[in-house]
């Protein structure tokens, strides 16, 4: 494993700006003198009290629409205001202990990045990708122009791009659609990097495919864990818990060589809130993601159970990236039960640091129970979820388990010891063997 040290404590509290601050969609668009970047530090002291120790940003930089389609890697969106707003994010993160990771797009730019415009006219097109005399677009997307990995050029200006924000106060990259980028331009870019920043962490957007090869041959620190992801969400829909026994089997076996960045929610799926059949489901999502080995990402809004469906069509993210006024408003009961839950959910994950790299056993699985351990050394949890309308009694003795101590769970469950426990219908625990 590559990562550096501090990644064993990282919690990311994952926010899209443009969406986030109203800057889009937003007809007229705000200028750099609104500084609408500034909303986001009012949700700073939101973020530490939610428990999280990292803020990790979508886009930041100029950009003509959704902010994947850059037309500037060295300049603010002035949608969100400009370089002196981003020092004041950077600074304010600092004074209250929280890292910064930025979101990266590399694979392509948008129609307005100045060098398409000179190739547009004739110029050097070298730093594009070009088939059939016409340039070649990310996912057919004629707004998203994909660029030359194999230009010596862009490898140059890419490690530019990444050394001058880390050197301004970042702590690592997402790297965007990495999946559809050349290992070999990674090969490039990364280690010269690492040679000026040897603590920064990269992660690479990797949706399905061989995670370990990817991370092995590119030289990331991570990716992304959608494999759990859907299994997750899955499972608890269609009440088949082997689903996502199988896929913690594949989680452990990708824990052996790196730790994959995990999350229950994104700027790209639709929330986990509208995802999930039963609403009470979202607390055992949750549970999941937050005893698992990985580096948890809480998409801004779960914690709240908002919801948001995400739709195949122009404008069909714009549910799931909605404007944020301040923390807490139009929350209803069902919401701040869950902002609970994830405070003492992830206030246990970050008091077991162990379990950034802990591997899961299950010692029981039917089609609407399971019941698992999850192990680094000599530290455990026993994790108990229960998705049927009747109670599920748990002998953990019978088990293998021993006593245990119930330290989480749905209905706030007295913290004593016990050898037999019984999760009450859709509820969940979590308990410390003793």
Excluded at 244 to 253: A, G, I, P, V, Y
């Amino acid at each position: 494993m590559t990562e550096p040290a501090w990644v064993q404590h990282a919690l990311w509290w994952h926010v899209y700006p443009l969406g986030f601050v109203g800057a889009h969609p937003a007809d007229p668009a705000p200028g750099p003198q609104q500084h609408r970047l500034e909303h986001l530090r009012g949700w700073l002291d939101h973020a530490v009290e939610l428990g999280a120790s990292g803020l990790a940003l979508g886009p930041v930089f100029a950009s003509r629409t959704h902010g994947y389609d850059t037309t500037d890697h060295y300049r603010i969106d002035p949608r969100l205001g400009d370089d002196d707003d981003f020092d004041r994010l950077v600074s304010e993160c600092r004074s209250r202990g929280l890292r910064l990771l930025l979101d990266g797009v590399f694979n392509h730019v948008g129609t307005e990045f100045p060098r398409y415009r000179d190739a547009v006219a004739g110029g050097d097109r070298s730093w594009f990708r070009v088939r059939g005399g016409a340039f070649a677009t990310f996912e057919g997307h004629d707004g998203l122009i994909a660029l030359n990995h194999r230009n010596a050029e862009v490898v140059d200006y890419t490690v530019d791009v990444m050394c001058h924000w880390l050197g301004r106060g970042a702590d690592g990259w997402r790297l965007d659609a990495a999946y559809a980028v050349p290992d070999r331009f990674w090969q490039q870019v990364l280690p010269r990097v690492r040679e000026r920043f040897p603590d920064a962490w990269f992660v690479g957007e990797v949706i399905h495919g061989d995670y370990p090869a990817r991370v092995r041959d590119a030289g990331f620190d991570s990716v992304t864990q959608y494999e759990l992801w859907k299994a997750i969400w899955s499972s608890l829909n269609d009440g088949n818990f082997h689903e996502l026994d199988w896929s913690l089997t594949r989680h452990n076996e990708f824990l052996d060589t790196f730790v994959p960045m995990t999350f229950i929610g994104n700027h790209d799926v639709t929330r986990i809130a509208s995802q999930l059949v039963e609403p009470e489901h979202v607390e055992h999502a949750l549970t999941i993601l937050l005893t698992t080995g990985g580096t948890p990402s809480i998409y801004a809004g779960d914690e709240f159970a908002y919801r948001g469906v995400k739709e195949e069509r122009f404008g069909g993210d714009d549910a799931v990236r909605p404007e944020f006024g301040s923390p807490g408003e139009g929350v209803g009961e069902h919401g701040r039960q869950v902002w609970r839950s994830h405070q003492h959910l992830i206030g246990l994950r970050r008091r077991n640091p162990w379990l950034h790299t802990a591997r899961t056993t299950a010692l029981k699985v039917t089609n609407r129970g399971y019941v698992y351990t999850t192990r680094n050394g000599d530290d455990a949890l026993i994790v108990a979820l229960n998705i049927d309308d009747d109670p599920m009694a748990v002998s953990l003795t019978d088990l293998g388990a021993g006593p245990a101590e119930v330290v989480a769970g749905s209905g706030a469950p007295p913290p004593e010891v016990r050898t037999d426990i019984v999760v009450a219908p859709h509820g969940w625990l979590v308990a410390a063997p003793r």
